[in-house]
């Protein structure tokens, strides 16, 4: 059972656009969503993370919305840049579990100049 | 933000042998370490939660008898994959974490089984 499902699985976007990246859960009880970053040969890491209790989180160009009655959430990457290349997961996790988190399947960003 | 290091970055053993892979927190002490396995192309599974002196918590379908974790002090863990085989090649990933926070990554560790 896929507690989270990630789309799209891959995006070409041109240098300067806006990506965006989706993600949907089932669980109600998830209450951290965080973002991570993962280059070839390297651990992800931590991109930026909302609680439930809000709607949007902004970090610099990246920004996280999420809706809490679909139970989706999306990353916005905007000025996307080249060295933005990378995979991105979404991941759910419950604080009752010492923030074990689930991840998504992944989406393959490729910025192109 | 926290540092967790990982030792050996890539290796190379003989179907059949056993492999340590450690991963320790350089900076901060972690009360909880999970331990991922990355297959090409693919997510991040996580194999199991070890929390510092006790037992390990393994997902389903995780062999504990093959995949040895021990979380002996706050800054160090080990996973020995025993007996490993071809099909155990994978990219093994930990992180750690102090009072249920987030989760700092380390960078992997790439395992080739012949």
């Known amino acids: 059972q896929q507690q989270v499902k990630q789309s799209p699985q891959s995006l070409i976007v041109q240098k300067g656009g806006i990506s965006i990246i989706n993600c949907a859960y089932e669980n109600t009880a998830f209450d951290y969503f965080p973002w991570y970053q993962q280059f070839p040969g390297k651990g992800p890491a931590l991109l930026i993370a909302?609680?439930?209790?809000?709607s949007e989180k902004k970090e610099g160009r990246f920004t996280i919305s999420f809706n809490k009655s679909a139970k989706q959430f999306s990353l916005h990457i905007m000025d996307s840049q080249p060295g933005d290349s990378a995979t991105y997961f979404c991941?759910?996790?419950?604080?009752?579990?010492?923030?074990?988190?689930?991840f998504g399947t992944g989406t393959k960003l490729q910025v192109i100049p | 933000g926290a540092v967790v290091s990982q030792h050996p970055s890539r290796v190379i053993c003989k179907s059949g042998t056993s492999v340590k892979i450690e991963c320790r927190s350089l900076d901060f002490q972690a009360t909880t370490m999970f331990w991922y396995r990355q297959f090409p192309k693919q997510s991040l599974m996580l194999m199991a939660t070890?929390?510092?002196?006790?037992?390990?918590t393994y997902e389903q379908g995780v062999e504990k008898d093959k995949f040895l974790i021990n979380h002996a002090s706050l800054t160090l863990s080990t996973l020995t994959v025993t007996s490993a085989h071809p099909e155990d090649s994978s990219f093994y990933i930990c992180?750690?974490?102090w009072g249920g926070g987030e989760q700092f990554f380390g960078p992997g560790t790439r395992l080739t089984v012949l």
């Open positions: 070890s929390n510092e002196g006790s037992k390990a």
């Open positions: 909302i609680r439930p209790d809000v």
């Open positions: 991941a759910v996790g419950d604080s009752g579990g010492y923030q074990k988190v689930t």
């Open positions: 992180s750690a974490t």
